[in-house]
């Protein structure tokens, strides 16, 4: 195997933190004698916490609605060629995770997640198929789950649900017209699209895991149908850490130098695609560096508009120019395809089950 410098430092800097930083597992069986948590969701956060708990002797009980298979959250049900955008350095969920690769794929993932939850003993401490509807405090303070003391009584919970649910699929004017194919982006594993015209509704996030679906099964060409222009930025570790290391998390007055710099340097010939009006931190920019390629190859495009409806042979579609709102007035036109991609992101989760005295100002359920 040929020896690789930055791996080699890579993977000894992630057994240092796991030495260092991750809390001692507790043997098994054993009963800890902490306060009770209940976690609900067993995604990446929901295990990630309750390891955090165990191995600082709390006990927990994980409250998944799903089965084993759901272990990992939406990492779990999304498509096989959907991976990591930013370099997985930037990706560290528990100190104890050994990472492969800089850019690691679905399977990967859960499957750290899966280690993650054995290696602290939470096969027991889980709970499958029990979906929390309620979770209520009795005359003691003690929390109740879904109103079954049968759950055991609880110190304190962590909601940890996440942000994407259900996928959410618009239905459109005159969808049932359409000729070709309609996929959820994240229903594609065992589809392929060579050879046809895909066309993808969508700019988002999750736009970038239907263009991986594209690249990898060799479509004959892509159209990125975009109601607003979204900020792109390179699948590169360093230029992704430095755009990190914006410590307020928002627009500065500084933001227009990265800002500048993208469109120069990365951009260059397609800068008519670069937002005017949002900032680069003002929202989650798309992480790919396939897109612009696959532009000037004339493999794709990326048109901003308004969807109209379908048509049996694509999408009627409204294109707007640069800096016309969404709404606005354009040229009406017919984007012909094969398969349409519905990137149109996911419902967000409740947190119906909590009480809405937990909510204090300014804090609000989503």
Not at 24 to 37: F, G, M
Not at 94 to 120: E, M, N
Not at 192 to 221: C, D, M, P, Q, R
Not at 330 to 354: C, H, N, W
Request: net charge positive; hydrophobic share 40%; charged share 20%.
């Amino acid at each position: 195997m040929e020896f690789h410098p930055f791996l080699w430092v890579y993977s000894l800097t992630q057994w240092v933190l796991d030495k260092l930083f991750s809390p001692t597992p507790p043997p098994p069986k054993a009963t800890l004698d902490r306060p009770r948590i209940a976690i609900v969701g067993a995604g990446l956060t929901g295990v990630s916490s309750a390891s955090h708990c165990v191995g600082h002797g709390f006990e927990v009980t994980i409250f998944e609605a799903g089965d084993e298979k759901s272990i990992g959250g939406i990492w779990s049900r999304v498509n096989n060629t959907s991976g990591l955008q930013i370099h997985s350095i930037m990706y560290r969920f528990h100190p104890s995770i050994r990472w492969a690769a800089g850019y690691p794929d679905r399977r990967q993932i859960v499957s750290q997640i899966t280690q993650l939850w054995k290696r602290y003993g939470l096969q027991e401490r889980t709970r499958f198929n029990t979906r929390v509807m309620s979770a209520s405090q009795d005359k003691s303070g003690r929390w109740i789950i879904n109103n079954d003391p049968s759950f055991g009584y609880f110190d304190g919970v962590l909601a940890a649900v996440g942000t994407c649910g259900d996928p959410k699929m618009a239905h459109m004017p005159n969808q049932e017209r359409f000729k070709g194919e309609i996929f959820h982006s994240s229903k594609l594993d065992g589809k392929t699209a060579a050879g046809k015209k895909v066309l993808i509704i969508g700019g988002g996030a999750s736009a970038v895991e239907a263009l991986e679906f594209v690249v990898h099964t060799n479509a004959a060409s892509t159209s990125v149908l975009a109601r607003s222009d979204k900020w792109i930025i390179p699948r590169n570790a360093i230029v992704d850490a430095l755009l990190a290391m914006n410590v307020f998390g928002q627009e500065t007055i500084f933001s227009w130098i990265p800002e500048s710099l993208l469109k120069k340097l990365f951009y260059r010939d397609l800068e008519d695609l670069a937002p005017i009006s949002e900032g680069l931190f003002t929202e989650t920019p798309m992480v790919n560096s396939d897109i612009f390629r696959q532009i000037r190859n004339h493999n794709a495009e990326w048109l901003r508009g308004d969807i109209i409806g379908f048509s049996e042979n694509g999408i009627r579609f409204r294109q707007r120019a640069k800096g016309v709102p969404k709404g606005g007035p354009g040229r009406d036109i017919e984007v012909k395809g094969d398969m349409v991609i519905m990137a149109t992101g996911y419902q967000r989760p409740s947190l119906s089950f909590l009480p809405p005295d937990v909510f204090e100002e300014p804090y609000h359920p989503p």
